[in-house]
């Protein structure tokens, strides 16, 4: 082939990190397709894409090289060198030969990151060497160290430095690497560097850096290197590739761009020739060698199989009492599958951490996923849901036709999830330890901002365009294609605007591209031998508390792949409240066992009913308000049902208006079949979980339960090929047990869309147990569950006022924070009051050092007596003039009597003559006359009193210190007022879309005033309301307006568009105005038209009575008009003159009755349809017809 044929040994893809535009599959596609043998990846410092890449090259035919393109620092690794003229790295283009070259460089990329970060991750050459066995070395690209120093000038240097890598990679190991995309630097050392391999006997090799997949593709790729640097293309001072040649070329012009260097090309066929990577792993592998499962030593010499069973039926006797033949037959199989499978040690290795945990006084979650439907868990204390009385299957957890590791998912107290983690570590070794990568991709409309910023244009087209993208469904964004066929504006625009279109192709040449790297949330992995033996590692930062992580470069995929124990510890918020609720209690002398409270109690039952959800996990979400009143739950499978069916596929099929009919009796429970009533009797004749399909399996057409589990699979994968081998066998079972083979074929046409809906039973039990467990807290001790809630959310700025106001509604006082009553954080008031008292922590400037000496003071010696008894009691070391001013100024001294004004101005007048009198007594400076005690110096606090501030700037200070009003609000006099003039409080804006259009109002609580490039003033500013904050950015369109409203303290009202680009929702203001608090706003002129419509299989009577119900509950100036939509059109219904707001919370409640397009405010038109027809349910016979 040599003459003919060409690799490629210098590629980039998507997971060179806003650098590489080529997705692997479209890169191997392309050299399959022309007959390329051989195919390297050499991503930047990271080997994130390497295991994809040898899958997909080995599927595809085409020998995988996996290689790196290394920064090597100019020394020592370890060395960091400041400032920006230094020397930071140098590049270097590294393949693996084989197995022995694979494995080192698994290793060199770890201590890049690991050891060697600064800027970039960097090896150097001593680190080379030592790992160079089994790799081959090319002299890399511009920036690699050869072509500088032949830039430079520095010939001889420059050969001093390639044989010295010459030596480090050995004998016929290392290339000079020549690349031509006809930059005037590579042509200029191009003879030197032909001059440089002939010199000193180096081979050389052609590359092309190839950084996207086709010539077409550099325009994308450009935009994606201007979103890297944050610039736009026409920004002179970036980064650019000066060339559209970056691309994987075919063999024919690679061959003619080196047409006089035959042997550079022919070199890429010799590479490839002498690397022989052979990966094995997973199925390629024994059974008994798939998993890297770290060993469990049973105490006493006993094998893992005999200790799980003794560990299991000692549990098992707790759990149940006295083991019925049914609870011992169940254990028998679990135990019987779980030791054929080798997985013992497993099972062993989770009931050890879960032991530590919980005798570590960490509370543990009840169990997540499909664990929870195993006997043997819940016996070893792993799971806290007895899978028996819940009908859930241990098969749908561990299935012996499926060999793949147990998933057991585990949920910990947020704040001590790294408690359980470092327990891991200390006893199988930190090396053998680490947490998952997980990557963020560039999506839909967040590309096309970024399109359209990049390429120049206004914001506002790019606001444009995303104003018209449809609305994500429930959370889930919809890709371009989809969206360019949803919404007929959005299509319109692409057709008819060739910015438009611009935007949009660039957009979608882009998405789906990885953007970052960052820590998965729950995923932490195990090895039986240290980790870098498996993949390679790196520091990765975690969002949650910017602290680093060493995580694994390869995503939760690729761990699983290689077998290697791969686990979730989720840290959950809700166990932290459920934890400090308990402990709240315990201090009023109340021990409750939580984990067994009644699951029928009738309270729980009312407070969900009314909706009053806020605080409850899983059900506080105003979506999920709706349905839990559409379904009125009375039981906890109610519960269940909830967290399965509020999920896009069960709304789209309006499965949870089904139930709810169901449930209350407005449609008749069916069966397709008698013999399933059984099965389906609990969720009312639907099948809403993954579970009841398998039940129906085994039921009807004899399938065992493992072969119903692949089922199930195959039906959750859409596997195509096995679905038809199971419809077969599935109505070949129904006739062999007397079923018409008509009702099998239904039934297998009900079954089969089934995973687009189908929920895990396990799962939805688990977190329907802590809903309702916190639904109980709230109902019985609503003052110890909001200090709870309040405390998990005390540092966030967005939450903490919404709980605030949630204890406002319910009736609980929050009072400021107090020397002598407040904890460390929120907690009730002792007195036992409908009343929440703030923690010292949450005051500014206040350390947890100062709060526990001073709570420390008042348990030693009761309550403070006055100012000067504080000062003298709490250690001066702490008591700074900041600590006491802050104090002051947050009202922790207000039930002491004084006045915060006058206290802050004359303190020093008392705390500086007791404080010198503390450090005296610390010296040893007793009086020459007195005995051995000094007496203390004489305060009188008269000089304390005064007067107070003014209230405007009390509630002011107050707020600097603890970032909320507490004792009042400048709101709470006018909120109705504020409420007549606005669309929704600003907590609601949640619940909308990107580019939706909203009223609020409320106060500037900061303000930010920048200028753009052109010298024109606009503002940033934080509008506050007493649910919640939001920031809003005022251009200098709308600044100029009005600077003046947009001032610390001032009311306001900001008429805005939603902008989700950026990590927090913000507000683009396209009016500001002062709210009229004399009266009530006099009606608008309505700016739009409500659309609402009625899909026919949606069309009942209990429907019809709950849309009238909800378009009623919300008079407003907007038109209605509500549609029938069935399979001969679509015609308008009467609704009469009804007017209403089209706030969020009504759009959301008309899409989870009605779907989750079937409500939106559409531009008003002259005048709406003539309406055909009275708004009532449609006839039977046209339920399918229109």
């Not at 649910?1027 to 001032?1047: C, D, K, N, R, T």
Request: proline share 6%; hydrophobic share 40%; charged share 25%.
């Amino acid at each position: 082939m040599t003459g003919k044929s060409f690799v490629h040994l210098h590629t980039h893809t998507e997971y060179s990190l806003l650098d590489g535009a080529a997705r692997i599959d479209a890169l191997v596609r392309r050299a399959a397709g022309f007959g390329m043998p051989a195919l390297a990846v050499t991503d930047h410092g990271a080997m994130f894409g390497a295991l994809g890449f040898y899958e997909s090259a080995t599927a595809a035919g085409v020998k995988p090289i996996i290689g790196v393109e290394a920064y090597v620092a100019p020394s020592s690794r370890f060395e960091r060198a400041p400032g920006e003229s230094e020397e930071k790295y140098r590049h270097l283009t590294i393949l693996a030969r084989d197995e022995v070259g694979y494995r080192n460089l698994l290793k060199l990329v770890s201590d890049a990151h690991l050891e060697g970060f600064y800027h970039r991750p960097r090896i150097d050459k001593e680190l080379l060497a030592e790992r160079a066995a089994g790799l081959i070395g090319l002299s890399g690209c511009l920036a690699s160290e050869v072509s500088q120093l032949l830039l430079s000038g520095q010939t001889a240097k420059a050969a001093e430095t390639a044989a010295a890598y010459r030596d480090v990679f050995g004998p016929g190991a290392f290339y000079l690497e020549l690349q031509d995309h006809g930059l005037p630097e590579q042509r200029r050392i191009l003879p030197e560097l032909v001059e440089l391999g002939r010199r000193i006997g180096l081979p050389l090799v052609a590359t092309n850096d190839l950084h996207y997949t086709e010539r077409e593709d550099a325009k994308p790729h450009d935009v994606l290197l201007c979103i890297q640097q944050q610039k736009v293309q026409t920004d002179t001072n970036r980064l650019r590739f000066d060339s559209d040649q970056f691309y994987l070329k075919t063999a024919q012009e690679m061959r003619e761009t080196f047409h006089d260097l035959p042997e550079a090309c022919d070199a890429t066929l010799e590479i490839a020739d002498m690397c022989d990577l052979r990966l094995v792993y997973g199925d390629a592998l024994p059974p008994d060698q798939r998993f890297h499962v770290p060993r469990f030593e049973p105490p006493d010499g006993m094998d893992r199989d005999a200790y799980l069973r003794r560990l299991v039926e000692e549990g098992a006797r707790v759990r149940y009492g006295e083991l019925t033949p049914e609870i011992r037959e169940r254990i028998d199989h679990e135990l019987s599958v779980i030791a054929s499978m080798g997985f013992s040690g497993y099972f062993l290795i989770v009931w050890d951490l879960i032991r530590f945990a919980r005798e570590s006084g960490i509370r543990v979650g009840p169990g997540r996923g499909s664990a929870a439907g195993s006997v043997v868990s819940y016996a070893l204390r792993i799971t806290d849901l007895d899978p028996l009385r819940y009908g859930l299957i241990f098969e749908r957890f561990l299935n012996p036709g499926r060999l793949q590791m147990p998933d057991i998912d585990m949920d910990f107290d947020e704040r001590r999830r790294d408690e359980v983690i470092r327990y891991v570590a200390r006893k199988y070794g930190s090396d053998h330890v680490a947490q998952i990568i997980t990557f963020q991709t560039i999506k839909g409309k967040q590309g096309i901002r970024d399109a359209a910023r990049v390429l120049g244009f206004p914001a506002s087209v790019g606001d444009r365009l995303c104003k018209m993208y449809p609305p994500a469904v429930l959370g889930r964004e919809h890709p371009i294609d989809e969206a360019l066929r949803l919404s007929p504006e959005l299509g319109a625009a692409y057709e008819a605007e060739p910015e438009a279109r611009e935007i949009v192709d660039t957009a979608r040449a882009l998405e789906g591209l990885r953007r970052e790297d960052s820590v998965h949330a729950a995923g932490v992995v195990i090895g039986d031998a240290p980790l870098v033996n498996y993949l390679p590692l790196k520091l990765s930062k975690d969002s949650r508390d910017d602290s680093r992580r060493i995580v694994t470069q390869f995503d939760m995929h690729g761990v699983e792949k290689l077998g290697l124990l791969k686990m979730d510890f989720l840290g959950l918020r809700n166990l932290s409240v459920i934890e400090d609720t308990l402990a709240h209690l315990r201090r009023r002398g109340i021990e409750l066992d939580v984990d067994h409270v009644p699951l029928d109690d009738p309270a729980v039952y009312e407070m969900l009913g009314r909706g009053d959800t806020t605080g409850v996990f899983q059900l506080e979400g105003a979506g999920m308000r709706s349905l839990i009143k559409q379904l009125a739950p009375d039981r906890f499978e109610d519960l269940m049902a909830l967290v399965a069916l509020y999920r896009p596929g069960p709304l789209n099929a309006g499965m949870h208006v089904e139930y709810a009919e169901r449930k209350h009796g407005r449609k008749p429970v069916t069966y397709p079949h008698p013999d399933l009533e059984d099965i389906l009797a609990g969720t009312y004749g639907i099948m809403v979980y993954q579970e009841q399909v398998m039940q129906i399996a085994v039921r009807m057409a004899g399938y065992s339960m493992a072969e119903a589990d692949m089922l199930r699979q195959a039906m959750g994968k859409k596997i195509r090929e096995k679905l038809m081998v199971h419809r077969e066998k599935f109505i070949q079972g129904c006739r062999d047990n007397g079923y018409p083979e008509r009702l099998a074929r239904d039934l297998f046409e009900l079954m089969e869309p089934f995973a687009d809906y189908g929920f895990n039973a396990s799962h939805a039990c688990a977190y329907g147990y802590v809903a309702y467990q916190t639904a109980y807290l709230k109902a019985h001790h609503p003052v110890e569950y909001m200090s709870a809630i309040l405390t998990s959310v005390k540092d966030d700025k967005d939450r903490k006022p919404f709980y605030l106001n949630a204890c406002r509604l319910m009736g609980l006082e929050v009072l400021p924070p107090d020397v002598n009553e407040s904890e460390l954080d929120f907690a009730p008031v002792a007195s036992g009051e409908p009343r929440i008292r703030y923690g010292l922590s949450a005051v500014r400037n206040v350390g947890a050092g100062a709060v526990h000496q001073i709570i420390d003071a008042r348990r030693a010696k009761g309550g403070f007596s006055g100012f000067a008894d504080f000062c003298r009691r709490v250690d001066p070391g702490v008591l700074t003039k900041k600590v006491l001013e802050s104090l002051i100024l947050s009202g922790a001294f207000d039930s002491l009597g004084y006045a915060r004004k006058a206290l802050l101005e004359n303190q020093e007048k008392v705390s500086a003559p007791i404080a010198s009198e503390r450090k005296a007594e610390a010296a040893g400076q007793f009086s020459l006359f007195g005995g051995g005690e000094r007496a203390a110096t004489e305060i009188d606090e008269g000089v304390l009193s005064g007067g107070e501030f003014d209230k405007r700037t009390l509630l002011r200070l107050e707020k600097e210190m603890l970032g909320q009003f507490v004792t009042d609000h400048p709101l709470l006099g006018i909120k109705e007022a504020l409420a007549a003039q606005t669309d929704m409080e600003i907590a609601d804006l949640a619940n909308l879309g990107d580019g939706d259009l909203v009223r609020v109002g409320g106060i500037v609580a900061a303000v930010a005033r920048r200028f753009t490039r052109k010298g024109e003033p606009f503002a940033m500013f934080r509008l506050e309301d007493l649910a919640g904050g939001v920031s809003v950015i005022a251009f200098p369109s709308v600044h100029e307006q009005v600077p003046h409203l947009i001032e610390v303290d001032a009311i306001v009202l900001v008429k805005g568009r939603i902008d989700l680009r950026g990590r927090e929702l913000q507000l683009r203001a396209v009016e500001i105005s002062e709210p009229e608090l004399g009266a009530r706003r006099p009606p608008a002129r309505p700016e739009g038209l409500l659309v609402v419509e009625v899909p026919a299989a949606a069309c009942t009577n209990g429907v019809i009575a709950k849309l009238k119900d909800l378009l009623s509950a919300h008079p407003g100036t907007t038109p209605v008009q509500v549609r029938f939509v069935g399979s001969q059109g679509i015609r308008p219904l009467e609704v009469g003159a009804l007017r209403v707001q089209p706030a969020a919370g009504l759009l959301s409640e008309l899409r989870l009755l009605l779907g989750p397009q079937a409500a939106r405010v559409e531009p008003l038109a002259a005048g709406p349809e003539a309406p055909v027809r009275a708004l009532e349910p449609a006839p039977a016979t046209s339920a399918g017809g229109g």
